[in-house]
């Protein structure tokens, strides 16, 4: 198992795992992502923030980084951070625990790049996604209601977000 950066090669499947991931949503849950614009996920892989983890060649996962993130996370933006989005697993590799491998990468990642934070959201409604992240080892540091923004994708519009962070020593 590895992470590595995705290429535009893995358009296709990086769309189709966010597909799934919405599938599984609606599935679940009535909190459900509306989409991501494939121009935006383009521009993401060209600025080399799209990852997949890979087991046995496969993309068993894929994830976003950002390193900033103002709509969310207001005047603590000005902290050096990484911020992971959009974890998406593949069906065929649910339960392997993803979560915690990209947050040991995350971490490992900031270490390297001399980032003080690790930080990520999700619903504030998401019992079972704030456990997994608290035993990945997140601290839950708060909730932020989002208002219709143009530079968020659609998504957190109109949503109450739970915030988590890891400190970087």
């Given amino acids: 198992?590895?992470?590595?950066?995705?290429?535009?090669?893995?358009?296709?499947?990086?769309?189709?795992?966010?597909?799934?991931?919405?599938?599984?949503?609606?599935?679940?849950?009535?909190?459900?992502?509306?989409?991501?614009?494939?121009?935006?996920?383009?521009?993401?892989?060209?600025?080399?923030?799209?990852?997949?983890?890979?087991?046995?060649?496969?993309?068993?996962?894929?994830?976003?980084?950002?390193?900033?993130?103002?709509?969310?996370?207001?005047?603590?933006?000005?902290?050096?951070?990484?911020?992971?989005?959009?974890?998406?697993?593949?069906?065929?590799?649910?339960?392997?625990?993803f979560v915690k491998f990209i947050t040991d990468w995350s971490i490992d990642f900031a270490k390297t790049n001399q980032i003080d934070f690790v930080r990520l959201d999700t619903w504030q409604d998401n019992a079972k996604l704030h456990q997994i992240y608290k035993n990945a080892g997140y601290t839950y540091v708060g909730i932020k209601e989002i208002t219709p923004q143009a530079n968020l994708p659609k998504h957190y519009w109109g949503v109450t977000l739970g915030l988590f962070e890891i400190k970087i020593a």
């Fill in 1 to 97: 198992m590895e992470i590595i950066r995705a290429t535009i090669d893995d358009l296709d499947t990086l769309m189709g795992l966010y597909d799934s991931a919405i599938a599984h949503q609606q599935a679940v849950s009535n909190l459900v992502w509306k989409g991501f614009d494939r121009n935006m996920v383009i521009n993401e892989i060209e600025e080399g923030r799209q990852w997949k983890v890979v087991v046995d060649g496969e993309a068993a996962c894929v994830f976003m980084i950002a390193y900033n993130d103002p709509a969310i996370w207001d005047e603590k933006d000005a902290d050096s951070a990484i911020y992971v989005h959009r974890i998406s697993t593949n069906p065929n590799f649910r339960g392997r625990g």
